[in-house]
T-cell receptor, first 113, second 113 residues
Framework: DVKVTQSSRYLVKRTGEKVFLECVQD?????MFWYRQDPGLGLRLIYF???????EKGDIPEGYSVSREKKERFSLILESASTNQTSMYLC????????????FGSGTQLSVL | KQEVTQIPAALSVPEGENLVLNCSFT??????LQWFRQDPGKGLTSLLL?????REQTSGRLNASLDKSSGRSTLYIAASQPGDSATYLC????????????FGAGTTVTVRA
């Protein structure tokens, strides 16, 4: 089975801190994604990556950056955390090609105080 | 821009009843549609993926239909069980070379024992 692992289930940070969310997948998938999920707003795409060292902005990239130095690992960085970044963060991956299922990690619930 | 709607937002049924979950989308030029399940505080699990050329997909007690021309998909869950209680989301892929899915807000299902 495909496994997408997010390093933390719960994280509490202070305003202004730099925050790293890590995601690792074990199925050699080319495509990786970071979403945030908020009540009433659903899932929103922050960034995605088609390959190593490659990144593309999603719908809400402001305040975030990403890093993909290795194929299996996709990191989301909050440069200076703010309270409005309190959210559930979900990482996902999929194989290249049409009609490929998307596989999600278990999520990281981030609280910024 | 693709808009995906799921109605109702919540559903409560007695155990054994069949579930019918609806998903509608505004742009019929899609490549596929996926149904996901999400348990509270967890990530999403892909249940079924229907390609644009298909009318339905089945997996065990789950059956998903797709009517592209009317912009609708329906997920049927036969003989519901308390373990089916979860939020079900549909997501549409509108671009073959771009894996940005458009998600619905989900239907939260409660199956009463």
């Amino acid at each position: 089975d495909v496994k997408v692992t997010q390093s933390s289930r719960y994280l509490v940070k202070r305003t202004g801190e730099k925050v790293f969310l890590e995601c690792v997948q074990d199925m050699d998938h080319e495509n990786m994604f970071w979403y945030r999920q908020d009540p009433g707003l659903g899932l929103r795409l922050i960034y995605f990556s088609y390959d190593v060292k490659m990144k593309e902005k999603g719908d809400i990239p402001e305040g975030y950056s990403v890093s993909r130095e290795k194929k299996e690992r996709f990191s989301l960085i909050l440069e200076s955390a703010s309270t409005n970044q309190t959210s559930m963060y979900l990482c996902a991956s999929t194989q290249i090609g049409t009609n490929e299922k998307l596989f999600f990690g278990s999520g990281t619930q981030l609280s910024v105080l | 821009k693709q808009e995906v709607t799921q109605i109702p937002a919540a559903l409560s049924v007695p155990e054994g009843e069949n579930l019918v979950l609806n998903c509608s989308f505004t742009d019929s030029a899609i490549y596929n549609l996926q149904w996901f399940r999400q348990d509270p505080g967890k990530g999403l699990t892909s249940l079924l993926l229907i390609q644009s050329s298909q009318r339905e997909q089945t997996s065990g007690r789950l059956n998903a239909s797709l009517d592209k021309s009317s912009g609708r998909s329906t997920l049927y869950i036969a003989a519901s069980q308390p373990g089916d209680s979860a939020t079900y989301l549909c997501a549409v892929d509108s671009h073959s070379n771009d894996y940005k899915l458009s998600f619905g807000a989900g239907t939260t299902v409660t199956v009463r024992a």
